[in-house]
Nanobody
Framework: QVQLVESGGGSVQAGGSMRLSCAPS????????MGWFRQPPGKEREGVAT???????RYTDAVKGRFSISKDNAKMTLYLQMDNLTPEDTAIYYC????????????????????WGQGTQVTVSS
């Protein structure tokens, strides 16, 4: 079964930048939508950014203007460029690929049938 593998997490000081990558372990449907989600300590998983098959993007308000989602179509690798990081961005970041359905693109529930990665920790210190 194909899996998604995230990389690029780590620790950074507030104001710094980080780029996450998410690559499939095998071939996935080129029409899949893809997205980044995060789970802060003690909180539920939340949507960060999504990328539709037509290239349209959506961001949660907390990251607009600071984060950018993109994809290398040839490699089916998803990226999340994160700039001006704050301690509130500290979380485990997950990527997902599939066909979201239900209650909004930024709801993790809408991606319950998608392929998920194992997550990568991002820690931002003040």
């Amino acid at each position: 079964q194909v899996q998604l593998v995230e990389s690029g997490g780590g620790s950074v000081q507030a104001g710094g930048s980080m780029r996450l990558s998410c690559a499939p372990s095998g071939t996935i449907d080129s029409g899949y939508w893809m997205g980044w989600f995060r789970q802060p300590p003690g909180k539920e998983r939340e949507g960060v950014a999504t990328l539709a098959s037509d290239g349209s993007t959506r961001y949660t308000d907390a990251v607009k203007g600071r984060f950018s989602i993109s994809k290398d179509n040839a490699k089916m690798t998803l990226y999340l460029q994160m700039d001006n990081l704050t301690p509130e961005d500290t979380a485990i970041y997950y990527c997902a690929a599939g066909y979201p359905r239900g209650r909004g693109l930024l709801s993790a529930t809408s991606w319950s049938h998608a392929i998920w990665g194992q997550g990568t920790q991002v820690t931002v210190s003040s």
